[in-house]
């Protein structure tokens, strides 16, 4: 029987989704669990320069003799070797022993030696039960799949999967502890976590990345079992994130005025305020320009602020505020500058009845009183304004009432009183019980 390499590499494949699988095959062997009489393939494990074999076999008849187990490498030297006395049934059974090698190999360098066995009965009248099997073909090899990401936050909390299974996808039931370190070459690894394997082969892992460490490091996963220790090493890349919330007093603004800008800096790896941090301020025009530049650090509540006059003959248009913490760290706001005129005052209209309550129906003849009410934006009554009052409404024909007109008095307050018509539509005094509505304006 040829020799060949384990398909354990085979079984590389890469999987990409909203977390990352990194799947691998390693060169060790998985430890075998009891095999039952009617085992059709032989299979072994390997630890510690000892290769434990289960050998399968049928015999014709039930018998004494002896059993010779050998480990050949690609020359045919006897590297291990095994005899003793054996018995066989008339029926399928099978063989379990350990050959100690001459000198411990590498898993990786087994996979291509062979193990040859003979039975030879002890009569001599029945023939011998030999045959030769690679051991890559014996050797169950674990499979280490890793899930994760490619990127993450210094500082920040982090989540992986670790999956152990056999080259069948079968899960890993022997045991193990998972060891995960950030390794970086001619710097000593850092044990990033440690855990066991859960029964199914499985470890969840989660863990803090050190702060203040960026850039692109190895992060490595370990695997020690009691017959081997599988790893796979992945780059990933550490970022440093920050969220900047970016505001100013108005969304507005007319030539020279000042804008007032303020950022707030939060580590996104402990939502914690990012203090100390050097911060830069620019205000870029419509075209393009850059008109002001500022260069600040956050206070110890994460704040940072600038202020900017805008000229007054300058560029109108949309402009661009941004607050620069470094080259993967900003925020930008859009301004516009406009030249514009704000509303000076509000008006509202209060209708009052019999004891100051609000009315909304009358009837022909009936008097409409309340009050107009003018005041600035910013609170300051409308003194002296000159009010009109006009009312209309509808009873198969338009119509209107008033208008009567006058003044606010120092609290912005005109009261007037507006006599509705006796009749409305047709002119009869029959009519001037008639309900409508009407609206002031």
């Known amino acids: ?38 085992a059709k393939a032989a299979a072994a494990t390997y630890s510690d320069g000892t290769l434990r074999v289960t050998i399968p076999y049928r015999a014709a008849h039930a018998g004494a003799g002896r059993l010779t187990v050998e ?18 049934s008339d029926a399928a059974g099978v063989w ?18 062979r193990l040859r066995y003979r039975f030879v009965f002890a009569d001599g009248k029945e023939a011998a039960i030999e045959g030769t099997e690679s051991i890559s073909e014996m050797l169950s090899t674990p499979v280490l799949h890793v899930l994760g990401q490619r990127s993450y936050l210094a500082g920040g909390m982090a989540a992986v999967r670790v999956i152990v299974t056999d080259k069948e996808n079968e899960p890993f039931a022997e045991g193990g502890t ?9 710097r000593t690894p850092r044990v990033l976590f440690t855990g066991k394997l859960n029964r199914r082969g499985t470890a969840e892992a989660q863990f803090r990345f050190p702060p203040g460490v960026v850039g692109t490091h190895s992060l490595r996963c370990v695997v020690d079992t009691a017959v081997g220790s599988p790893e796979f090493t992945e780059q990933v890349r550490l970022e440093d994130k920050v ?26 790896a402990n939502r914690q305020a990012a203090a100390g941090r050097k911060l830069t301020f620019e205000v870029e025009d419509s075209r393009g320009n850059k008109v002001f530049r500022k260069a600040t650090a956050t206070d110890e509540y994460g704040i940072a602020s600038a202020e900017f006059a805008l000229a007054d003959e300058i560029n109108l248009g949309a402009y661009h505020l941004r607050a ?8 930008d706001l859009a301004l516009n500058v406009e030249r514009y005129v704000l509303p000076k005052f509000k008006v509202a209209v209060d209708v009052a009845g019999n004891g100051n309550e609000a009315r909304h129906g009358y009837r022909p003849g009936d008097r409409v009183t309340g009050t107009v009410r003018a005041n600035y934006f910013f609170g300051k009554p409308v003194g002296a304004g000159e009010v009109t009052v006009k009312a209309s409404g509808m009873d198969g024909v338009p119509l209107e009432a008033g ?9 912005g307050a005109y009261r007037f009183d507006l006599q509705l018509p006796a009749h409305f539509a047709g002119g009869r005094a029959a009519r001037a019980r008639r309900a409508c509505w009407w609206k002031p304006r």
Do not use: C
Request: hydrophobic share 45%.
């Open 1 to 38: 029987m040829n020799v060949r390499q384990s398909s354990g590499n085979s079984l590389k494949s890469w999987l990409f989704a909203t977390a990352l699988m990194f799947p691998v095959s390693l060169g060790v062997v998985k430890s075998f669990q009891a095999t039952s009489a009617d």
């Open 71 to 88: 480990v050949l490498n690609p020359e045919d030297e006897v590297l291990g070797r095994l005899e003793r006395r054996a018995t066989v």
């Open 96 to 113: 379990r022993d350990e050959i100690k090698l001459a000198r411990a190999l590498a898993a990786e360098d087994l996979v291509w030696h």
């Open 178 to 186: 998972l060891r995960i370190e950030l390794a970086d070459s001619g």
């Open 243 to 268: 969220a900047i919330l970016l505001t100013t007093e108005k969304p507005i603004y007319q030539p020279g005025q000042t804008i007032h800008a303020r950022a707030l800096a939060l580590d996104r």
């Open 324 to 331: 620069l913490m470094d080259a993967t760290n900003s925020s």
């Open 403 to 411: 208008p009567v007109e006058g003044k606010t008095d120092g609290e």
